[in-house]
């Protein structure tokens, strides 16, 4: 999984709580992305980064919000979790400094999140 | 994750056989392309990629080729093992101004031993 760690890797919650997953790399790469998966659906971006404190919206990123005050974490945050929230989420990485948003992903094993 | 396969075409092949997944990718100017797996409850995995200016690429018993004419992009399987059992999606990629990279829905390949 890319040195990737996610947590927590499942989380059953109600309609109306906040929700932050994490994204942990400790290999001091540059982009650092938050995607959702659901059945019937390619991965779909949320929200991405480029730095610390640098982030820019995804295809999909109504309802989330994200930060990245260090370089090895990355959250991702439902202020006000709905249904339609849930999904299995994934962070993925570009390798290394240089790479871009283009360049190959590697994924995290993924968080199922449920809202009831 | 664990439904990802649900909703997904499924190509279903014997183990030894040879297996071909393939992708259509919907714009011309996709300058590079990666396959990936996702095993049930996993992470996609990287497989292997490869640049518009190629047509063919090798891995360990995994061959990408690429038809730009048609759009169209295949991922070989040779001697499909059960471990193979898994959905695979591409990923097509445009590295040009306003660069976009889109993943598609994927296949589920199901090895009967």
Not at chain 2, 91 to 108: P, Q
């Amino acid at each position: 999984d890319a040195g990737i760690t996610q947590s927590p890797r499942h989380k059953v919650t109600e309609t109306g709580t906040p929700v932050t997953l994490r994204c942990h790399q400790t290999e001091n790469h540059r982009y650092m992305y938050w995607y959702r998966q659901d059945p019937g659906h390619g991965l779909r971006l949320i929200h991405y980064s480029y730095g610390v404190k640098d982030t820019d919206k995804g295809e999909v990123s109504d309802g989330y919000s994200v930060s990245r005050s260090k370089t090895e974490d990355f959250l991702l945050t439902l202020e006000s979790a709905t249904s339609s929230q849930t999904s299995v989420y994934f962070c993925a990485i570009t390798p290394g400094l240089a790479g871009g948003k283009t360049d190959t992903q590697y994924f995290g094993p993924g968080t199922r999140l449920t809202v009831l | 994750g664990e439904n990802v396969g649900l909703h997904l075409p499924t190509l279903s092949v014997q183990e030894g056989d040879n297996s071909i997944i393939n992708c259509a990718y919907s714009n011309s100017a996709s300058d590079y392309f990666i396959w990936y797996k996702q095993e049930s409850g996993k992470g996609p995995q990287f497989i292997i990629d490869i640049r518009s200016n190629m047509d063919k690429r090798q891995g360990q018993r995994v061959t990408v080729l690429l038809n730009k004419t048609v759009k169209h992009l295949s991922l070989q399987i040779a001697a499909t093992q059960p471990g193979d059992s898994a959905v695979y999606f591409c990923a097509e990629i445009y590295t040009g101004a306003n660069s976009k990279l889109t993943f598609g829905k994927g296949i589920t390949l199901s090895v009967r031993p």
